[in-house]
């Protein structure tokens, strides 16, 4: 398993397709979540390649997460089994908790209960390992003073210009593995308006580009996997799945790294008050 490919669109007829391009193309972790409406298509692809003996269900790492409107131990199971069917799988590889935040407005939120609910499905192996995705240092302090299992992976954006970097090493030293989403931040089109000025012809990206004979767009993804993250990029475009995945005869010098590290902004492409997600839901057709 190297990094993940996933898919949020309201094309869906081009999902399927576009993860069995993925898949042949040497992808093997599909992530995917409750909210993003298409684990049924995931299901079909998975089925398809596996029934073709592409690959078996065991190469594959399939990450889904917990549907938005469960806001407690209770709800995790239902929740899972509802994927589980959707998807056509006995287990996940990885379920993640999609947010700390209240985002459905549901009464009595907590995830920490969500927490416990997690660590059910895991112990029922209904899931290989248990996440979190946009927790915050103080929200995973919360989760390991009051848990058994430690969360496997805090899935956040990380891009260039949302370097994140506090987080990743709080992640880092606790062996919590960083997922990193958006991973081309502002350099492609976004819903929503932004400020600062980020493009793949960015003079940094494009020296570098040069010196290994690659593209900017698989710099980016080289400089994230240097920072010992795992970049979920997301296509639907042939080419463009197959050049997220030709990263491996290249690494960057720390010097590279840095000078990529100061494109940082501090400025995110997904955030989630109820506006913004009023725009992404739009803009996915969720
Ligand atoms: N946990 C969370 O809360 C959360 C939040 C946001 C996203 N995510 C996950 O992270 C994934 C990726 O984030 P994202 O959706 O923001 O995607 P992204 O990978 O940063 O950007 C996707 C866009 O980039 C384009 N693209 C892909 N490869 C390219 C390349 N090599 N060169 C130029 N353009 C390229 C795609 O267009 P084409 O399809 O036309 O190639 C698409 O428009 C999502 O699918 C989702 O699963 C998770």
């Known amino acids: 398993m190297l990094f993940s490919i996933e898919f949020e669109t309201q094309e869906l007829y081009l999902l399927k397709t576009a993860v069995i391009q993925a898949i042949e193309s040497g992808f093997r972790q599909i ?37 938005l409107d469960v806001g407690n131990r209770e709800g995790v199971l239902p929740a899972l089994q509802e994927s589980l069917k959707k998807l056509k799988l006995d287990y996940v590889d990885l379920y993640l908790v999609h947010s700390p935040e209240n985002l459905a407005l549901i009464p009595e939120y907590d995830y920490l209960s969500v927490w416990k609910g997690m660590e059910d499905v ?14 915050n240092s103080t929200d995973i302090n919360r989760i390991l003073a009051n848990s058994e299992i430690v969360p496997s992976v805090n899935e956040i954006e990380v891009n260039p210009t949302y370097t994140n970097s506090e987080i990743i090493a709080y992640c880092q030293s606790l062996n919590i593995t960083v997922l990193s989403y958006a991973p081309f931040g502002f350099m492609v089109p976004r819903p929503i308006e932004s400020n600062i000025t980020s493009t793949f012809e960015d003079p940094v990206l494009v020296r570098i580009a040069q010196k290994y004979g690659k593209t900017s767009s698989q710099v980016v993804l080289r400089y994230l996997i240097d920072l010992n993250t795992i970049p979920i990029p997301r296509s639907i475009n042939t080419q463009r799945i197959q050049s997220n995945i030709d990263l491996f005869d290249f690494r960057l010098t720390q010097e590279e790294i840095s000078s990529i590290n100061e494109l940082n902004r501090d400025v995110k492409v997904y955030n989630f008050d109820q506006e913004s997600l009023a725009i992404f839901f739009d803009y996915f057709g969720l």
């Open 122 to 135: 895991k112990k029922l192996n209904l899931t290989r390992s248990i996440g979190v995705s946009n927790f």
């Open 31 to 67: 992530d995917t979540a409750a909210a993003y409406k298409n684990e049924d298509q995931i299901g079909d692809a998975i089925l398809d390649v596996t029934s073709r003996g592409i690959v078996t269900r065991e190469e594959l790492w399939i990450t889904t997460k917990l549907n």
